[in-house]
Protein backbone atom coordinates (compact mmCIF):
# COMPACT_ATOMS: atom_id res chain seq x y z
CA UNK A 1 0.00 0.00 0.00
CA UNK A 2 1.33 3.76 -0.77
CA UNK A 3 -0.41 6.48 1.30
CA UNK A 4 -0.39 9.64 -1.11
CA UNK A 5 -0.68 13.43 0.39
CA UNK A 6 -0.99 16.63 -1.05
CA UNK A 7 0.07 20.03 -0.43
CA UNK A 8 0.99 23.34 -1.67
CA UNK A 9 -2.53 24.06 -3.24
CA UNK A 10 -4.20 27.54 -2.89
CA UNK A 11 -5.08 30.55 -3.91
CA UNK A 12 -3.09 32.29 -6.55
CA UNK A 13 -3.79 35.34 -9.04
CA UNK A 14 -3.40 34.91 -12.67
CA UNK A 15 0.18 34.74 -14.31
CA UNK A 16 1.53 33.72 -10.42
CA UNK A 17 3.13 30.13 -9.87
CA UNK A 18 2.57 27.43 -7.19
CA UNK A 19 4.59 24.22 -6.23
CA UNK A 20 2.75 21.35 -5.57
CA UNK A 21 4.28 18.15 -3.19
CA UNK A 22 2.79 14.90 -3.12
CA UNK A 23 4.95 13.53 -0.09
CA UNK A 24 4.45 9.32 -0.20
CA UNK A 25 5.07 6.12 1.93
CA UNK A 26 4.92 2.55 2.02
CA UNK A 27 6.14 0.82 -1.01
CA UNK A 28 9.19 2.25 -2.61
CA UNK A 29 8.48 5.38 -4.61
CA UNK A 30 11.07 4.78 -6.98
CA UNK A 31 9.48 1.95 -8.11
CA UNK A 32 6.43 3.63 -9.71
CA UNK A 33 6.02 6.27 -12.37
CA UNK A 34 4.50 9.22 -11.14
CA UNK A 35 1.40 11.52 -11.84
CA UNK A 36 -0.41 14.92 -11.58
CA UNK A 37 -4.37 14.32 -12.60
CA UNK A 38 -6.70 17.49 -12.21
CA UNK A 39 -10.48 18.07 -11.92
CA UNK A 40 -12.10 21.56 -12.45
CA UNK A 41 -15.48 21.97 -11.48
CA UNK A 42 -18.06 20.44 -14.01
CA UNK A 43 -15.70 18.46 -15.54
CA UNK A 44 -14.23 15.17 -15.85
CA UNK A 45 -10.46 14.25 -14.31
CA UNK A 46 -8.04 15.09 -16.94
CA UNK A 47 -4.12 14.07 -17.14
CA UNK A 48 -1.48 16.89 -16.70
CA UNK A 49 1.67 14.93 -15.96
CA UNK A 50 3.41 12.11 -16.20
CA UNK A 51 7.54 11.42 -14.75
CA UNK A 52 9.22 7.91 -15.47
CA UNK A 53 10.98 6.45 -12.46
CA UNK A 54 14.17 7.44 -13.20
CA UNK A 55 12.97 11.38 -13.88
CA UNK A 56 14.48 11.03 -17.34
CA UNK A 57 11.01 11.13 -19.34
CA UNK A 58 8.10 13.71 -19.04
CA UNK A 59 4.94 14.02 -21.13
CA UNK A 60 2.18 16.96 -20.31
CA UNK A 61 -0.45 18.00 -21.29
CA UNK A 62 -0.72 19.98 -24.45
CA UNK A 63 -2.48 22.91 -22.28
CA UNK A 64 -0.18 23.15 -19.37
CA UNK A 65 3.09 22.12 -21.74
CA UNK A 66 5.67 24.92 -21.49
CA UNK A 67 4.37 26.23 -17.82
CA UNK A 68 4.08 23.00 -15.43
CA UNK A 69 7.18 21.03 -14.94
CA UNK A 70 6.57 17.43 -13.29
CA UNK A 71 9.86 16.21 -11.25
CA UNK A 72 10.79 13.60 -8.77
CA UNK A 73 13.29 13.26 -5.42
CA UNK A 74 13.20 9.15 -4.98
CA UNK A 75 15.32 9.98 -1.66
CA UNK A 76 12.69 12.07 -0.43
CA UNK A 77 9.60 9.79 -1.65
CA UNK A 78 8.14 13.23 -2.99
CA UNK A 79 6.53 13.82 -6.55
CA UNK A 80 6.83 17.96 -7.44
CA UNK A 81 4.48 19.86 -9.82
CA UNK A 82 5.99 23.67 -10.47
CA UNK A 83 3.04 25.35 -12.16
CA UNK A 84 4.06 28.86 -13.82
CA UNK A 85 1.99 31.05 -15.73
CA UNK A 86 -1.35 30.40 -14.25
CA UNK A 87 -4.19 30.98 -15.50
CA UNK A 88 -7.57 31.20 -14.36
CA UNK A 89 -8.74 27.43 -16.47
CA UNK A 90 -6.14 26.19 -14.51
CA UNK A 91 -8.41 25.87 -11.61
CA UNK A 92 -9.03 22.41 -10.23
CA UNK A 93 -8.50 19.98 -7.55
CA UNK A 94 -5.24 18.33 -8.38
CA UNK A 95 -4.79 15.01 -7.59
CA UNK A 96 -1.42 13.26 -6.89
CA UNK A 97 -0.92 9.49 -8.73
CA UNK A 98 1.56 6.81 -8.28
CA UNK A 99 1.33 3.85 -10.62
CA UNK A 100 -2.09 5.04 -11.88
CA UNK A 101 -3.50 2.84 -8.58
CA UNK A 102 -2.27 5.10 -5.76
CA UNK A 103 -4.50 8.77 -5.31
CA UNK A 104 -4.33 11.69 -3.01
CA UNK A 105 -7.06 12.87 -1.61
CA UNK A 106 -6.58 16.34 -4.02
CA UNK A 107 -5.69 19.81 -3.54
CA UNK A 108 -7.39 22.85 -4.04
CA UNK A 109 -5.55 25.04 -6.74
CA UNK A 110 -7.63 27.89 -7.54
CA UNK A 111 -5.93 30.68 -10.02
CA UNK A 112 -8.14 34.33 -9.72
CA UNK A 113 -8.40 36.43 -12.65
Known amino acids: QVRVVESGGGLVQAGGSLRLSCATS????????GNWFRQAPGKEREFVARISVDGRNTNYADSVKGRFTISRDNAKNTLYLQMNSLKPDDTAIYYC??????WGQGIQVTVSS
Open 97 to 102: NIAKVY
Open 26 to 33: GRTFGDYD
